[in-house]
């Protein structure tokens, strides 16, 4: 089968990694097949901080995630301890920036289960990094000027399975 359609009928949400981190090499490719993603106009406005999973500030990310949500003691942390956390900014201003977001995600979250590595595509820390915070974080992430959260991802050696999810296409699919 097509490499690319076994990737998409593979890929499921990972909920718990090694401490294994990722090479130099399997970075490069996420990042690259992040980067490779249409956007609209061909405005290329996606900027992608790259943090390990033991950097300081996904805790205080963590933290105020809780806080807002009024969460105490959580299992895990929002990236289940993956070793790599990419966070997906873009233009504040310009309409298609979560659209183009949303695809530089996914080619990644593909390019991650061809590689063999875990994945889990993020969102909740939304409110954290749009809140009465947001300056705060927005600058030490290294947002360019006029940027702001759209989606994030978390990559590492999986240490869990999990299978795809099911779907109905019946209910899910019509077509005219």
């Known amino acids: 089968m097509n490499n690319i359609i076994d990737a998409i ?12 981190p990722l090479t130099k ?7 690259q097949s992040g980067l490779q993603a249409p956007t609209a106009t061909n ?17 205080e990310l963590e933290d105020e995630k809780n806080r807002l949500r009024e969460i105490e003691n959580p299992p895990q942390n929002f990236y289940y301890e993956a070793p790599t ?13 979560s659209v183009d977001a949303g695809i530089a995600v996914e080619n ?5 289960e061809a590689l063999g590595l875990g994945n889990v595509i993020l969102g909740c ?15 030490a992430l290294h947002f360019p000027e006029n940027y702001e959260y759209k989606i994030a991802i978390a990559f590492g050696h999986k240490a869990t399975a999990k299978e ?8 899910q699919v019509t077509v005219l």
């Open 125 to 139: 820390i939304d409110d954290a990094l749009k809140g009465e915070k947001r300056e705060y974080f927005s600058k």
């Open 85 to 97: 956390v990419v966070i997906l900014s873009a233009e504040s201003s310009f309409k298609w920036s």
């Open 9 to 20: 009928q593979k890929r499921s949400t990972t909920r718990g990694y090694t401490s294994e």
């Open 43 to 59: 405005r290329q406005e996606i900027h992608f901080t790259v943090l390990n999973g033991d950097n300081p500030i996904l805790k």
């Open 164 to 171: 795809p999810h099911t779907y109905d296409a019946a209910s």
């Open 108 to 112: 990644m979250a593909l390019a991650a």
């Open 25 to 31: 090499e399997e970075l490069d490719i996420l990042i």
